[in-house]
């Protein structure tokens, strides 16, 4: 059964509905209110999926990225005329075609990738940065705190590379000079952990010209 509700996300309005219902939405809204965007600001939101918060924002230069054709098309539909979408991986390539970004999302991203393929991703997302610009990321993590509701959830998301607060800074601090985070664990109405994690100060912070 769980495989199927898995299957079904990939149809948007019953994603969005559900990121809804569970109230996984107030978790992305959170992450825009903590990097208190303003009109003008680039953006670019890596795994933006159908970017269903995107009217959330403020008037910014915003550049979406994802994997999945029916995502992207939703979001091209209904936002195209205000943001640009990409149904492409994010990666070094784009760095010369997108201007230096004040803020990077990561949102429910790095546990659905590898170890080698998050420290790529944080690296190319470092580069991509203007000066002063932050990374913000949210993933479903296991924490000791959990009870046995959220740690099920945890062990059963479709992210197969779930980790503790702790993996993900370490990831992180190969990148970002400047790593912090929290537990969030009362934003969804199905007791879940997550775990926040604002990157800034990036070691190789060089932007192509």
């Given at each position: 059964?769980l495989?199927?509700?898995?299957g079904?996300?990939?149809?948007?309005s019953?994603?969005?509905?559900?990121?809804?219902?569970?109230?996984?939405?107030?978790?992305?809204?959170?992450?825009?209110?903590?990097?208190?965007?303003?009109?003008?600001?680039?953006?670019?939101?890596?795994?933006?999926g159908?970017?269903y918060?995107?009217?959330?924002?403020?008037r910014v230069?915003y550049?979406?990225?994802?994997?999945?054709?029916r995502?992207?098309?939703?979001a091209?539909?209904?936002?195209?005329?205000r943001?640009?979408?990409r149904?492409?991986?994010?990666?070094?390539?784009?760095?010369g075609?997108?201007?230096?970004a004040d803020?990077?999302?990561?949102?429910g991203?790095l546990?659905?990738?590898?170890d080698?393929?998050s420290r790529?991703l944080?690296k190319v997302?470092?580069r991509?940065?203007?000066?002063?610009?932050?990374?913000?990321a949210?993933?479903?993590c296991?924490?000791p705190?959990?009870?046995?509701?959220?740690?099920?959830?945890s062990?059963?998301?479709?992210?197969e590379?779930?980790?503790?607060?702790?993996?993900?800074?370490?990831?992180a601090?190969?990148s970002?000079a400047?790593?912090?985070?929290?537990i969030?664990?009362?934003?969804?109405?199905?007791?879940?952990?997550?775990?926040?994690?604002?990157?800034?100060?990036?070691v190789?912070?060089?932007?192509?010209a």
């Amino acid at each position: 059964m769980l495989s199927a509700v898995k299957g079904l996300l990939g149809h948007v309005s019953l994603y969005v509905a559900l990121q809804r219902g569970l109230g996984a939405d107030r978790l992305r809204y959170r992450c825009l209110d903590e990097l208190a965007l303003s009109d003008g600001d680039t953006v670019i939101d890596v795994g933006c999926g159908p970017a269903y918060y995107f009217e959330r924002l403020p008037r910014v230069s915003y550049f979406g990225f994802d994997t999945s054709a029916r995502y992207i098309a939703h979001a091209r539909k209904r936002w195209g005329d205000r943001a640009e979408f990409r149904c492409e991986v994010f990666g070094e390539e784009h760095l010369g075609q997108i201007p230096p970004a004040d803020a990077v999302l990561l949102l429910g991203l790095l546990h659905h990738l590898s170890d080698a393929d998050s420290r790529h991703l944080l690296k190319v997302a470092g580069r991509a940065l203007a000066p002063g610009g932050r990374v913000i990321a949210v993933d479903t993590c296991f924490e000791p705190r959990q009870g046995r509701i959220s740690r099920w959830m945890s062990e059963n998301d479709r992210g197969e590379h779930v980790r503790t607060p702790e993996g993900f800074v370490a990831l992180a601090r190969e990148s970002f000079a400047d790593v912090d985070g929290e537990i969030i664990d009362d934003a969804t109405r199905v007791p879940s952990s997550f775990w926040l994690m604002r990157m800034r100060d990036p070691v190789l912070a060089s932007h192509p010209a």
